[in-house]
């Protein structure tokens, strides 16, 4: 099982947030290779982040929850997800609005993307 690993330090958001990104109607990625990190197979550096001006707490961690379960399907059935890269998601209020299906969706082309980009 791949374990995420959540980005710590302030400095370390700052330098993935000046990086590329790609947006949807459900979140907003932020990606960017890693550099000087030895590569493991079954550790996936993501962040979820949301913003306080989306609903309440409960919302939050909803939002955080869905986005969260459609980033370990895509692993466990695809492994279409660059391991070697550091991932930002910023979660938006669509994705406790809509169904899980659409979510997944959206999700799985936004890392195909990503996989074409850096190859």
Do not use: P, W
């Amino acid at each position: 099982m791949i374990k995420f690993k959540s980005l710590n330090k302030s400095s370390q958001f700052l330098n993935i947030l000046k990086k590329r990104k790609l947006d949807t109607k459900y979140f907003t990625l932020f990606f960017d290779k890693n550099h000087n990190v030895k590569k493991s197979n079954n550790i996936l550096n993501i962040s979820f982040v949301m913003k306080k001006k989306i609903g309440n707490a409960v919302i939050r961690n909803k939002i955080k929850r869905k986005l969260k379960s459609a980033v370990q399907k895509i692993l466990n059935n695809n492994k279409q997800i660059d391991m070697s890269c550091t991932y930002v998601i910023f979660g938006k209020n669509n994705v406790y609005k809509d169904k899980f299906n659409l979510v997944l969706n959206e999700m799985n082309n936004t890392f195909l993307k990503i996989k074409k980009i850096n190859n």
